[in-house]
């Protein structure tokens, strides 16, 4: 099966671990259904630092062609820090580990594509077997980026608890996936669309470091550099992040790290504004049920928050994950040191 966890075995020393941090295995890459990028291939074999970049926000969480736009300027921003981008997504029933700019086009071309699905951990088996599209979310997006052997994913926003989240159960698999994927997610926090208080508390049961990156504790709030709530940890440099996931793996944990980077100081006071709306929006999903429908809770209340601020909350969206991206590549490259 494509676990990180089962590929990575439980002895992790030696040869063993170098194989499995350098590339996928040969067995994997020849028959299985996965196609890693010849630029992603070399920078694997070569332990160039890499950051892993997820679709999901591309076929569900923009609207095109911002989505297409921001995915090409993230790509770029990663490649200006140093390091080699890997977007990761699903086509055809194949996972791809670093997409061409004509596959990119393809995914984010939403318009024409309406079958293209929302791929979380449980939906890449059946994605697969019935050869569709996908984005991946956070979830899928860090297992194939553990099984490639890449240590650095950056996106904007992860999923969490909603709110009622403890009634409704509806917790991202994402939270779960940073207990056996060792990788660090660079993102600027959570949306308040979630319960950002029970988020926390759900990270520290589960063991994941939740690590501010910056100059304060807060943890951020996408739209806003602070939720009301301090992350545990703090880190102002990208090496002291890449070591957080240098030490864990020497000592054959499996768990990645989680880094909130607070969006650019100019965006502050906008975001503040733009939480009013996000307040509208939760209001208005728990009122036509639609907080009780899965997986489309959250494409939905991206949606109606960009309806709500005619637009705005999608040039802060753009502007953090520009910014997450550019400092996902500096931690990819202090990795990259770590290991040579
Ligand atoms: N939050 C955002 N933008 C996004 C997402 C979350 O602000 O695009 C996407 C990410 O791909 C994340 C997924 O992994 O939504 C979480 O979905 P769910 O809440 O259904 O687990
Ligand atoms: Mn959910």
Known sequence: PLLCTTIRGTSLHGRHLKRFLSALPDSLRIHGPIDVHPEVQDALANKKPIVALETTIVTHGMPYPVNLKTAQSVES??????????????????????????????????????????????????????????????????????????????????????????????????????????????????????????????????????????????????????????SPWRVEDPISAAKVLYHQSQLGMTNGALFGVPIPERYQEVGEELQRHVEQAVKEAEENGVSRRGKEATPWLLRRVGELTAGRSLTSNVALIENTALVGGQIAVAYADLQH
């Open 77 to 230: 921003n990663v490649r200006k820090a140093g390091a080699i981008p890997a977007t990761i997504g699903i086509i055809g029933g194949r996972v791809k580990i670093g997409l061409e700019p004509r596959e990119l086009g393809y995914l984010a071309d939403v318009e024409n594509n309406l079958a293209v699905v929302k791929v979380s951990r449980r939906d890449i088996g059946p994605a697969i077997a019935l050869k569709r599209d996908g984005g991946t979310t956070c979830s899928a997006t860090l297992i194939f980026a553990a099984l490639a052997g890449i240590k650095v994913f950056a996106t904007g926003g992860l999923g969490g608890v909603h709110r009622g989240g403890e009634i409704s159960m509806d917790v991202s698999a994402d939270l779960h996936e940073l207990t056996r994927c060792p990788v660090a997610l660079v993102s600027a926090g959570v949306k308040s669309i979630l319960d950002i208080g029970r988020t926390l508390e759900y990270l520290e049961t589960l063991g994941v470091p939740v690590i501010s990156y910056g100059p304060t504790e807060d943890f951020p709030a996408f739209y806003s550099r602070h939720s009301g709530f301090k």
